[in-house]
């Protein structure tokens, strides 16, 4: 089963989620919370993964966040927003959440959804993650060096990571361009280093950035 945490201030997102999710037979929520029980509910229910709201008025999900990163064994986080160009989304990706949900969400989707993330996928709409991308003014200077080291990339490893950019888990990966698990898993750590980044989603963020992605249609 892959246990989930719902926390959001809304009564009715947390419910709506948590009826939805609990009608798959592979995900069973175990705690919901408002902002200030989410730590405590998340210490106590383990679960493998937490869907944040990123605004709640008192406490953050940004905040949470670097909260539940400082966890010994940190579940997978996605946050939930009502805007697909909520401006704190791209802090919270670059902060170590594994996607984000758009609250209006398809309820029919929503369960593959989180089977993905638990399976080590991102989970990002790549139309908001673009309009995201375009309301960040400037990269860093940080930010510029990593895309230049996606030069060091090799052909493999470029399609690797358009395809983490895309969302797939390591096996989905694996069956696309037919290699196994365990290379592809070998693949996105050297990928991981050659970036100097420490997370899937901030790998596809650079891709992104530097063009290997193609923008949606608007």
Do not use: C, W
Request: proline share 5%.
């Amino acid at each position: 089963m892959i246990r989930v945490v719902v926390v959001d201030d809304e009564a009715l997102v947390r419910s709506g989620f948590e009826l939805i999710l609990n009608a798959a037979e592979d995900i069973e929520v175990v705690g919901t919370a408002i902002g200030g029980e989410a730590l405590a509910t998340v210490r106590e229910a383990r679960p493998d993964v937490v869907l944040l709201d990123i605004r709640m008025p008192d406490v953050d999900g940004l905040t949470i966040l670097r909260g539940l990163q400082a966890f010994p064994d940190p579940p997978v986080v996605a946050m939930l927003t009502t805007f697909d160009t909520d401006e704190y989304v791209v802090t919270a990706l670059r902060s170590g959440a594994a996607g984000f949900l758009l609250k209006d969400t398809d309820p029919a989707q929503l369960a593959q959804l989180v089977r993905t993330l638990a399976a080590g996928g991102i989970v990002m709409s790549p139309k908001a993650s673009y309009a995201m991308l375009r309301s960040v003014p400037t990269a860093d200077a940080a930010e510029d060096e990593a895309s230049a080291r996606i030069g060091l990339l090799t052909d493999r490893e470029r399609d690797v990571l358009v395809l983490v950019a895309e969302g797939l888990s390591n096996a989905e990966i694996g069956a696309r361009v037919h290699l196994s698990v365990g290379t592809v898993k070998d693949h996105v750590s050297a990928i991981l280093g050659k970036l100097r980044v420490t997370s899937r989603v901030q790998a596809a963020l650079l891709a992104q950035r530097a063009g290997m992605l193609n923008p949606p249609l608007r």
